[in-house]
């Protein structure tokens, strides 16, 4: 006996047939009851009254810029003849007869004692006047090189300005031989010698020996300024007395400004060294930025610094960025070229790492 599939099963329940229905549709409220409807449309309407333009020395936003871009550029003081330097210039060469009648008595005194005695009188004269004809010689070719990095800075404004490719070439060697000792400017002079012929323009042709040249350096000399600076702020956070920061502060000042300067080819001696320091410290304290002012104190202070800081630490930070400030200006004195066709540091390129924390750099680090 066959069962069909499905016989034993209940019929499905249809579903009965609905009648459609109308729904009616509110408006909605209005979010405010306050708020009156908007008009459909609105006809043009004319303003009384003239648009005031206010002029830069008005705006209270014109004075707002970044400090750090702000920064004057630093630039050799002019020298010449004052009654300072003519007084010392006498002094010195009457002090120069006194000194060479004293040692004329000595060896006449000397040899009337006995001669080997003159002799040897005379021979360490000798000795000794070589040894200061070396070191002047040495002292010389330091200011020498002082100024021929001004002067190529001046030429080539010059040369730029003039628009005759003859001068730019002669400056771009003139730059060449100058920065030729550093192994960071190869590959530079190599670009230079195999486009010279190629570029037209003179101050496309300067442009070109600043980035290819320069470049390197600059971003040597921005690691110096940023070291000095970091060695300034933790010597100073932690030092217990203000004399070993102010000391401190002074043996890294002169460092710096002296690497600087072999850095872009100046190498100065003793007396290129107090004129480089006198220029930097003078430019300083004719703008004002030697305690770098109350406005970047206070952009620093200001952002949470020294509620999260020690007061020691802040003031170390400050002393880095016054340290930075003081490179920036040895890196202006020291460059053979202006900055043109590279963009100038700044106090605000080296706030983001003396202060990691205020930025939020610090705070990025993977587990």
């Known amino acids: 006996m066959t069962k069909k599939i499905g ?3 209940p019929p499905r329940a249809q579903n009965p047939a609905r009648k459609p ?5 509110e408006p909605d409220a209005p979010r405010s009851a306050g708020r009156q409807a908007m008009p459909a449309s609105r006809s043009p309407r004319s303003f009384s009254g003239e648009i005031e333009i206010v002029p830069d020395e008005r705006d ?5 810029a970044n400090e750090a871009e702000a920064l004057p550029v630093a630039t050799p003081r002019r020298r010449g003849i ?3 330097r003519i007084a010392m210039g006498a002094f010195g060469f009457l002090l120069s007869l006194a000194f060479g009648l004293w040692v004329d008595g000595l060896i006449r ?10 002799y040897t009188a005379i021979a360490v004269l000798v000795i000794g006047l070589l040894a200061l004809l070396i070191a002047v010689g040495r002292e010389l070719a330091g200011l020498y090189r002082l100024d021929a990095v001004q002067n190529l800075k001046l ?7 003039s628009m005759k490719r003859a001068n730019a070439i002669t400056i771009v060697r003139r730059l060449s031989g100058l920065v030729a000792h550093r192994p960071e400017t190869a590959r530079g002079r190599k670009t230079l010698e195999s486009v010279e012929d190629d570029i037209i323009d003179a101050p496309q042709l300067i442009d070109l020996a600043e980035r290819e040249l320069l470049g390197p350096l600059d971003i040597k000399a921005r690691a110096l300024i940023l070291g000095s600076s970091k060695r300034v702020s933790v010597v100073t956070a932690v030092s217990p007395r203000a004399v070993v920061d102010l000391a401190y502060v002074l043996f890294e000042v002169v460092r710096l400004v002296r690497a600087m300067a072999e850095l872009y080819g100046g190498r100065p001696g003793s007396f290129g060294m107090l004129r480089l320091l006198k220029d930097v410290f003078a430019h300083l304290a004719v703008t004002g930025s030697i305690a770098i002012g109350d406005g970047l104190a206070q952009q620093v202070l200001g952002h949470g610094l020294a509620s999260r ?19 920036i200006a040895a890196m ?6 202006p900055f043109d066709a590279t963009k100038r540091p700044g106090i605000g390129d080296f706030i983001g790492d003396l202060t990691p924390s205020m930025t939020g750099k610090g705070d990025n680090r993977t587990a």
């Open 309 to 327: 800081l020690s007061s020691r630490l802040g003031e170390g930070v400050i002393n880095g960025l016054m340290t930075a400030r003081i490179g």
């Open 21 to 25: 229905t109308a729904f009616t549709v």
């Open 7 to 9: 016989q034993d099963e």
């Open 332 to 337: 202006d004195l020291c460059r053979p070229l």
């Open 82 to 84: 004052s009654f300072a």
């Open 155 to 161: 030429d080539a404004q010059a040369a730029a300005a």
């Open 109 to 118: 005194d000397l040899f009337s004692r006995a001669d080997w005695l003159g």
């Open 60 to 64: 209270p936003f014109a004075g707002m």
